[in-house]
């Protein structure tokens, strides 16, 4: 059944995605920016909470970045997902399809890769942006590596983060870019205490807990302060925080606290997951 689903993506990946991309899709979202731009101009504030919809994206994370990228001003940005999927179900395939967009997508599974690289080099929207492509495992010993060979050095606009697992430790490692925004998953149900699973945690322990990976959204705050980076908001569910560079977007997006994002009744349920794995080895962010 896996299978099959993968080649009928393959296959049929440019007619699954034609009404994310339609004409009027991009009419919507023209409109959308002109009303920000005139909000801007009139020193109206929008909750960056009230902004979010969903294109692609798992949740309303295009919608937030949508608000935030206009607001900042960036047209025709560069970007690196780290954790890209199939490049479809994706933080940044709203950027490359409708905002033209383009950069750099890296996912561990092959067939994932694949299916992006195919859709993206035939699709009207995409091909006239250069995309990078890679399958790779992401580590904090190569993680520079992988971006300099690609060509991304320097300021980008925008890096996402998802992989289910050492997002943490990746992002500490990465000194070859320096973005603008990221977005990346922390692990909720881990709620306000200060924690870290070790990036060399014994793999049997991860195995046997499937909560046990990732970072606090706590322990993120304080990652992203040390690398000169403010919480600005998250999807409704906290997982995907959003920070900004400290140089940037200072008068539209200020700090805001890290229990500001994990309000979601169903987050604050998931606090309960924690209880399962707190005797287990944990470093402080």
Known sequence: ????????????????IRDKVSPSVQLSLTQLGLQYKASLADKKQIDLSATGFSIFSSLEEDGLLFYIISCLGIKNGRFVDIGSNDCINSNCANLAFNMGWSGLFIDGDERNIRIGKKLYAAHRLTQPYQNNFITAIVTPANVNQLLEQQGFTGEIDFLSIDIDGDDYWIW??????SPKMVMIENHVEFGLNDVVVPIDA???????????????????????????YRLIGANRLGFNAIFLRNDIGTESFKEIAVADTLLHPDTIESFAVFQLVQHLPFVQG
């Open 1 to 16: 059944m896996e299978l099959l689903k993968y080649w009928l993506k393959y296959y049929f990946s440019k007619w699954l």
């Open 202 to 228: 014994p793999k049997q322990l991860r195995q046997q807990y499937s909560d046990y990976h990732g970072a606090s959204p706590v322990a993120m705050c304080k990652l992203a302060a040390c690398k000169n």
């Open 172 to 177: 500490k490692a990465v000194e070859t870019i």
